[in-house]
């Protein structure tokens, strides 16, 4: 809600000179959210943003003289989400048309439009799965996508509006990275089978497989993804001890994030060696993606609209109940949430909101207070705090301090400069004022825990917490 710095984009040829400032209604379109130029025969593009997210332009610069011109316009009444390759809008090599990804039919597609903004055509179908652009060449595009949000394989697309070709068809996540022709380019590979790696491609046909050093784990987690069942069904991830007992009921950490942006299950195992090691004390570890979550088309993101914590809740524990109902392992007695950042928040709102489910939460680096986040994340989701007050006190988890009934663990970097320390001491002041009891784990370092003693510290801090008040005993040594 409060001022953001003010942005300005010149340009300063390369031999020196005044600098051309770009013109655009900065009052009504604040944020510049993309620059692109991609060539000579390409312009310099940019794409503005207004506060509140729901409406951008797509602008074409003159370099002689910094004026726009639109190309095109888009608007959303919840807010408009950014291309997650952040390389788009991409010009074709002749200049003659530019390649853009949209959401407006309900669904991310990648659409080719002419050299003035026109639609030409949708170059993938509202069931591709279309996930990110990674290149073109002349004739084609390659992106990434698949109709199951939990992997991801490469693609190429015809421009002219042929058939898609499926470069990549292993089950598992594949990425690429293209030489300036298109020609060759280098794959990487996380496969549900557990085997990983890069390899040097041309179109389907593998030239070579860049040797990696790495050590080799001896063993893969013990995982099974599957789909919660339920209207509606999330994706879920469950993750057993090494010395599963087929008959014993475990108790349950969920590894939550549950935020926009950010999605939990996905096919390698690989994926989830920290849940392994979780699971290896005696737990059954679960891993959902409700809705809000990214993958499963507009509406679902949208459904967290004005509100960061009610869906969410609500999704985490029909999930976890849909599981419990198939999986006799599942002890809901014995319910703990553990998660990071977004996480954090939502562990901390777990155990104040719903401690008739969820018995200990470790929230690590926790937003707390939305007014304390950074602006253009929250405000897209939540609106701007004098226009919609409402849902910065529901999302707010000093509104529940009072309402604490189970453990929390609270675990924050004093340097941390994406989620500041603030939030927590926040909630620290709200739950002594409350008379209410928790854990603190103050930290060196920043949001993310690089240094690995610091790392190994943590987690072992956080495991021990879960073995004191859900009542585990350890399934190996």
């Known amino acids: ?18 600098t051309r400032w770009v013109s655009w209604d900065q009052a009504a379109y604040p944020y510049l959210a993309r620059v692109t130029w991609d060539d000579a025969q390409a312009p310099l593009t940019i ?117 898609p070709r499926a470069l990549t068809t292993a089950p598992g996540v594949h990425g690429a990275v293209f030489s300036e022709d298109a020609e060759v380019y280098v794959e990487r590979f996380n496969l549900k089978t557990g085997e990983t790696g890069a390899a040097v491609m041309s179109g389907a046909r593998r030239l070579g497989l860049l040797k990696s050093e790495a050590e080799r784990p001896p063993l893969l987690p013990n995982v099974e993804v599957t789909r919660a069942a339920g209207t509606p069904a999330f994706d879920a991830a469950i993750v057993r001890p090494r010395l599963f007992e087929k008959g014993r009921r475990y108790p349950v ?49 949208r459904a967290i609209r004005g509100n960061f914590i009610d869906i969410a809740l609500e999704d985490q524990v029909a999930g976890l109940t849909a599981l419990a109902a198939h999986y006799p392992e599942i002890d809901l007695t014995r319910v703990g949430v553990s998660g990071w950042s977004f996480g954090g928040y939502f562990s901390a709102m777990a155990v104040a909101r719903r401690p ?61 400069d994406n989620v500041y320390l603030k939030n927590s001491l926040d909630l620290i002041d709200m739950l002594i004022k409350a008379d209410k009891r928790f854990e603190y784990v103050p930290l060196p370092g920043t949001h993310m825990l690089t240094d690995p003693s610091i790392r190994q510290f943590v987690e072992e801090k956080r495991m021990q917490f879960f073995d004191r008040n859900l009542e585990s005993k350890a399934a190996t040594q």
Request: glycine letters at 8%; a negative charge.
């Open 1 to 18: 809600g409060t001022a953001n710095a003010v942005v300005r984009l010149g340009l300063i040829a390369a031999a020196g000179g005044q």
């Open 47 to 163: 794409l503005v943003q207004d506060r509140a997210q729901q409406n951008q332009i797509l602008l074409a610069v003159d370099p002689a003289s910094g004026n726009t011109r639109p190309l095109l316009k888009e608007h959303d009444p919840a807010w408009l989400n950014l291309d997650r390759s952040k390389t788009l809008p991409h010009w074709v090599r002749d200049g003659s048309g530019l390649l853009w990804s949209t959401e407006r039919a309900g669904q991310w597609q990648l659409e080719l439009r002419d050299k003035q903004g026109n639609f030409k055509r949708f170059l993938t179908d509202a069931n591709f799965g279309f996930d990110a652009f990674v290149a073109a060449s002349d004739q084609f595009a390659y992106v990434t996508g698949s109709p199951d949000s939990r992997e991801r394989q490469l693609w190429q697309i015809p421009l002219d509006g042929g058939r």
């Open 253 to 301: 950490i969920l590894s939550v994030y549950a935020g926009p942006t950010a999605k939990m299950v996905t096919l390698p195992p690989r994926d989830y060696f920290y849940d392994q090691w979780m699971a290896d004390h005696g737990y059954v570890v679960v891993r959902i993606d409700g809705r809000g979550t990214p993958g499963h088309g507009r509406d679902w993101e």
């Open 356 to 416: 008739d489910f969820f018995k200990a939460a470790s929230a690590g680096a926790p937003v707390v207070r939305w007014e304390d986040y950074d602006t253009h994340y929250t405000e897209r989701y939540i609106g701007l705090p004098s226009e919609n007050p409402e849902a910065y006190r529901v999302s707010d988890v000093t509104t529940y301090a009072k309402d604490l009934k189970q453990p929390l663990l609270i675990i924050h970097g004093f340097t941390d």
